[in-house]
């Protein structure tokens, strides 16, 4: 790796981990997409996508199928070969990836410091890290896996059988093969770094697909956030898992060792049966309930593109995580990489959604103190950052709780 910079020295008072990534964020080419499905005898568009890519022709089947239903995902390819084949066939650009490395440079980008936990590295990925951004890492060897997301506008139209299949809504779908994350090799200085941090962040778990390997992952990342200071905090995103099955093994083993629990809407719904009407304020709070009694964290966070709850726990810490989290998330969606204190300020003094807000007046009042909820910003924004979303949402999260634990230790 490049030599680097002396870290802030608040850095240690925020981890982040776990698995960081080298993403090929594709620029859209409806055109491109159209060809390959004429190609590769594609002749109707799927209602789902398969969780496993095997070649490319899958691989266009499960972006229509995301397309057209205006919906974001991811998911395992078989073959570095076809996702680097996709990949050429598009313009693009290389960024850093995964949950904790992009709360990182959010975080960064606003002038507040942390540690990242990186399992891989590379010629790249070094380029494009930060100089002075404080690292632990897992990685024994320089790797090359890259993401490839493919990000698409309201809008997007591709032609499919003859037929125009037109987005309904912005979003991302990523391509993934990547060792590196699979086995999530989990530094033992992580431990060292959890003994001093205020607020620990774990996610990355879900590209792994054996349970043996995440079984004995898991248990390394209790043992080390065993080792956290009283009144230390630690925090969980959930993700999409490549094999959904393996989830329930976050929610068993890892769920009561953790503070707070995190997740998007798709993986509220991720076990059979659970379908809820996001639109249906009924309908979420049993959701949310279910999933914070299944999970055993202190409290459930759950991040949609119309709004983002928090169910449990202190209400004033529920209150931090959603303003910090929703304010950042907006600021990423309308400038992306470009984020700045300033365009911070100017995003959140816009609107919230109209139906967003009547959603969470109307939650509010069907569980008065027991839940604390934010509507989305109303953002009007020609080609929004698509990628990352999530990942800034927790960023603004953990600084919120920096803040607040800042602040209980006093000057």
């Known amino acids: 790796m490049t030599e680097r910079r002396r870290p802030p020295a608040d850095a240690s008072r925020v981890l982040l981990g776990l698995g960081n990534t080298l993403d090929l964020e594709l620029v859209w080419d409806g055109d491109v997409v159209t060809d390959l499905a004429t190609r590769h005898g594609v002749g109707s568009v ?45 313009a693009g650009r290389a960024t850093l990836g995964g949950t904790n490395l992009r709360a990182g440079l959010a975080m960064r980008a606003l002038g507040r410091a942390s540690t990242v936990h990186l399992v891989s590295t590379g010629a790249v990925t070094s380029a494009l890290l930060p100089a002075d951004l404080a690292v632990v890492t897992g990685a024994g060897e320089d790797t090359y896996d890259p993401h490839v997301v493919v990000q698409f506008t309201a809008g997007a139209e591709v032609r499919v059988g003859g037929r125009r299949v037109v987005a309904p809504a912005a979003n991302r779908v990523i391509y993934v093969n990547d060792r590196p994350n699979r086995e999530l090799i989990v530094a033992e200085r992580f431990g060292d770094a959890a003994a001093r941090a205020d607020v620990v962040l774990v996610s990355g778990f879900n590209a792994v697909r054996d349970r043996a390997t995440l079984t004995r992952r898991v248990a390394d990342v209790r043992r080390h956030l065993a080792r956290r200071r009283p009144g230390a905090l630690a925090v969980y995103e959930h993700g999409a898992f490549h094999v959904g099955s393996l989830a329930d093994v976050m929610r068993r083993e890892l769920g009561p060792a953790v503070n707070v629990w995190s997740c998007n809407e798709d993986e509220l719904q991720e076990q059979p049966g659970s379908a809820v009407d996001l639109g249906s304020p009924r309908q979420v709070l049993e959701a949310v309930r279910r999933t914070h009694a299944t999970v055993g964290a202190g409290t459930l966070v759950v991040h949609t593109r119309s709004w983002a709850l928090a169910l449990g726990g202190d209400a004033r810490a529920r209150r931090a995580m959603l ?89």
């Open 46 to 90: 799927p209602t789902a996508g398969a969780a496993d890519v095997h070649d490319e022709r899958d691989l266009v089947r499960t972006l229509l199928a995301h397309l057209a239903a205006g919906t974001g995902g991811e998911h395992f390819v078989a073959s570095t070969d076809v996702l680097l084949a996709f990949a050429g066939r598009f």
């Open 323 to 411: 303003d910090g989290g929703t304010d950042l998330a907006a600021a990423r969606y309308t400038h992306g990489d470009a984020v700045t204190p300033a365009l911070l300020a100017e995003v959140v003094r816009r609107p919230r959604q109209p139906a967003g807000a009547r959603f969470v007046a109307a939650l509010e009042d069907l569980a008065p103190g027991e839940v604390t909820c934010r509507a989305a910003y109303d953002l009007d924004v020609g080609v929004p950052t698509t990628v990352g979303l999530g990942d800034a949402f927790v960023g603004g999260l953990v600084a919120a709780l920096a803040d607040r634990a800042a602040a209980s230790a006093g000057p």
